[in-house]
C-alpha cells in the first residue's frame, strides 16, 4: 500500500443495478466519504453506495 492510500484510508463503493461494483474515491476521514456517499444515493438512482475502511497491510 502507498503512502497516500494511508493518508486516504476510507473508500466510498457503488454497486450497480447489475451487481457491478466500482471505487467512486478515497477520502481521509469515515465522516467526509459518508457525506459523499448520502449525497450520491441523494440521486434518486438505483446504485448502492457505501463507505469502507482500508486496512493497511504489514509489510515483509
Not at 5 to 23: F, K
Amino acid at each position: 500500500m502507498s503512502d497516500s492510500s494511508a493518508a486516504l484510508p476510507w473508500l466510498v463503493i457503488r454497486q450497480d443495478d447489475n451487481g457491478n461494483r466500482y471505487r467512486v474515491g478515497r477520502y481521509a476521514t469515515e465522516g467526509e466519504a459518508r457525506r459523499i456517499a448520502d449525497k450520491l444515493e441523494a440521486h434518486g438512482h438505483k446504485q448502492l453506495y457505501w463507505v469502507e475502511r482500508v486496512e493497511r497491510s504489514a509489510r515483509p
